[in-house]
């Protein structure tokens, strides 16, 4: 399966403080997205690397991708309460995207 | 261009009702996708369209679920004799082709009384 697994679960930080997530995946992929999800809503797509691709920033997000062990990790640096979501990986192979539950993630002010 | 657009928000039925549920994507987008999801889980495929060809669907696509995509415009989810196990979001996204995320919709929240 192409589905992410996302670790943790749930992460709770401060304003201000960095939050880090990770995935891991399975198969060959020809790239990996991530995306947030405020509650409620649908998913809003962040960020995507592609897979000869080691490392991605956009802002507050940093995004780094190892393909020799199927993993990616999302940072987000100096977080804010409106940042408080739930964080996917989408790895993508040749098919259509699946996602795993995702990281929630609630910053506190 | 506002995104993509999906009717109506929020939908309650009885069981037993059918329920059509509309998704306008992004129009130079020609790829359309249908997900649904339940509480605390991610998004789970159902089916994808490219332009008006419905390339794959779900196992999670019962007999009762029917999807269109007529003139790769706009497309329509129908769930026939609708059962509780139905309550979700039902999502939908386009794209513009593999190499590129996916624009989501808000959702249609439905509830099977």
């Known amino acids: 399966s192409q589905q992410g697994e996302e670790d943790p679960q749930a992460l709770s930080i401060q304003e201000g403080e960095n939050a880090t997530m990770n995935c891991s995946y399975k198969?060959?992929?020809?790239?990996l997205q991530w995306y947030r999800q405020n509650s409620g809503r649908g998913l809003v797509h962040l960020i995507l690397i592609r897979s000869n691709e080691r490392e991605k920033h956009s802002g507050r997000l940093r995004v780094t991708l190892d393909t020799s062990k199927k993993s990616s990790s999302l940072l987000i640096t100096a977080s804010r309460a409106a940042d408080t979501a739930s964080y996917f990986c989408a790895p993508r192979g040749y098919s259509t995207l699946t996602f795993g539950k995702g990281t929630m993630l609630l910053v506190s002010p | 261009d506002t995104g993509v657009s999906q009717n109506p928000r929020h939908k309650i039925t009885k069981r037993g009702q059918n329920v059509t549920f509309r998704c306008d994507p992004i129009s130079e987008h020609n790829r359309l996708y249908w997900y649904r999801q339940t509480l605390g889980q991610g998004p789970e495929f159902l089916t994808y369209?490219?332009?008006?060809?419905?390339?794959?669907k779900s196992r999670l696509l019962s007999d009762r679920f029917s999807a269109e995509r007529p003139k790769g415009s706009f497309s329509t989810l129908e769930i026939q004799r609708t059962e509780q196990g139905d309550s979700a979001m039902y999502l939908c996204?386009?794209?513009?082709?593999?190499?590129?995320?996916?624009?989501f919709g808000s959702g249609t929240r439905l509830t099977v009384v």
């Open positions: 369209f490219q332009n008006e060809a419905q390339l794959e």
């Open positions: 198969t060959s992929i020809n790239n």
């Open positions: 996204a386009s794209s513009d082709g593999q190499n590129y995320g996916y624009t």
